[in-house]
């Protein structure tokens, strides 16, 4: 079975600094894709960002990166510049490709300070 | 564009009682849809998933049923709540085919006295 773990449950930065957070998966498949979600205080879940295994490009999404290192399973999320409004509760999650459920990490809770 | 609902936000109920919490999509036809419950400052765990019209799929055994009466409406229910079933319930969709991110709802915050 896939599992998904992110070794920091509480990381903080400071505002207009960078902030890495880390994600390790396991699996046997070579067909997945990879996620950051965001989960602020209203508690929705906000993807940020999104990664396909075949692909060896890192994903961007403005101020949000990943380092995809798939020989060593791991996928971390780089936040740039980081605003006020980044302070969120950040969740990897894994999917398979040929299935339909999400595993997800136990999460980061990101903490910016002004 | 696509929207997700849920209600009711937020529910308290005592235990023992039935439960139905409500999901529906616009702005698409068909979709994947899930039912997931989050424990306090925890991750997420899949509950069912439906790819289609009475097409039920249960990850976890336990107190809760799913259906889907219509394309677009996911229906999560208990006839009995116990305290475990205290959580914060999240739909979420995704295209049947395509990219197949999943795209969740606002959330239904349940508490079972």
């Known amino acids: 079975a896939q599992t998904v773990t992110q070794s920091q449950p509480e990381m903080s930065v400071q505002e207009a600094e960078t902030v890495t957070l880390s994600c390790t998966y396991d699996?046997?498949?070579?067909?997945?894709?990879l996620f950051w979600y965001k989960q602020p205080p209203s508690r929705q879940m906000i993807l940020v960002i999104r990664?396909?295994?075949?692909?060896?490009q890192n994903a961007t999404e403005n101020r949000f990166s990943v380092n995809f290192q798939k020989a060593a399973k791991s996928f971390s999320l780089k936040i740039s510049d980081s605003q006020l409004g980044d302070a969120a509760m950040y969740f990897c999650?894994?999917?398979?490709?040929?299935?339909?459920?999400?595993?997800f990490g136990e999460g980061t809770q990101l903490t910016v300070n002004p | 564009s696509q929207t997700i609902h849920q209600w009711p936000a937020t529910l308290v109920q005592p235990v023992g009682s039935p439960l139905s919490l409500e999901c529906t999509v616009e702005?698409?036809?068909?979709?994947?849809l899930y039912w997931y419950r989050q424990a306090a400052g925890r991750g997420l765990q899949l509950l069912f998933y439906s790819v289609g019209i009475g097409q039920i799929s249960s990850e976890v055994p336990q107190n809760l049923s799913a259906s889907r009466p219509q394309d677009r409406q996911f229906i999560l229910s208990s006839k009995k709540l116990l305290l475990s079933d205290s959580g914060f319930y999240l739909c979420?969709?995704?295209?049947?085919?395509?990219?197949?991110?999943?795209?969740f709802g606002p959330g239904t915050r349940l508490t079972v006295l």
């Open positions: 702005g698409t036809s068909n979709p994947n």
């Open positions: 990664q396909e295994a075949y692909k060896q």
């Open positions: 999650a894994y999917r398979s490709g040929s299935g339909s459920r999400l595993t």
């Open positions: 979420a969709w995704s295209l049947l085919r395509g990219t197949d991110t999943q795209y």
């Open positions: 699996t046997s498949e070579s067909d997945y894709y």
